[in-house]
């Protein structure tokens, strides 16, 4: 059985996790749309790249690494420009201590960029205190 090549809209989001996931904002930015939407979570949207990217990059600070292990990468029949990917996000915190997370994501891409990118995730654990040393 061969595979299907993969279209431009799934690549630029594979491309995206690998930027986020070497830490440079700056490649994962210039897949943005200059309007893009940003929400992560429950948080407020965040519009405009340079917005997005100043959110991803203090986010980024709080951390020591980020790994995206996709599960899942597909686009709505239809309406290609819709990709929906999950995902587990393994973490390192700044304690030295790390934690995994289910995640799912939804793009809208126009242009060959990504023009809408929502994070579904509880991503808390993150941030809480490690209670294993305890």
Not at 54 to 74: Q, V
């Amino acid at each position: 059985m061969t595979r299907a090549p993969a279209s431009a809209q799934l690549e630029l989001i594979r491309e995206l996790f690998t930027a986020i996931d070497h830490g440079d904002g700056g490649t994962a930015a210039s897949m943005f749309a200059d309007d893009i939407r940003f929400a992560f979570g429950n948080n407020p949207p965040v519009h405009g790249r340079g917005k997005v990217e100043d959110t991803m990059r203090d986010f980024l600070a709080g951390i020591a690494g980020i790994r995206h292990e996709l599960t899942g990468l597909w686009q709505v029949a239809g309406n290609p420009d819709i990709v929906i990917a999950e995902m587990t996000v393994h973490y390192s915190r700044l304690d030295g201590t790390s934690v995994s997370l289910p995640c799912c994501n939804v793009f809208r891409t126009h242009d060959g960029a990504i023009a809408d990118y929502q994070i579904y995730m509880d991503v808390n654990p993150v941030f809480a205190p490690d209670r294993s040393a305890s």
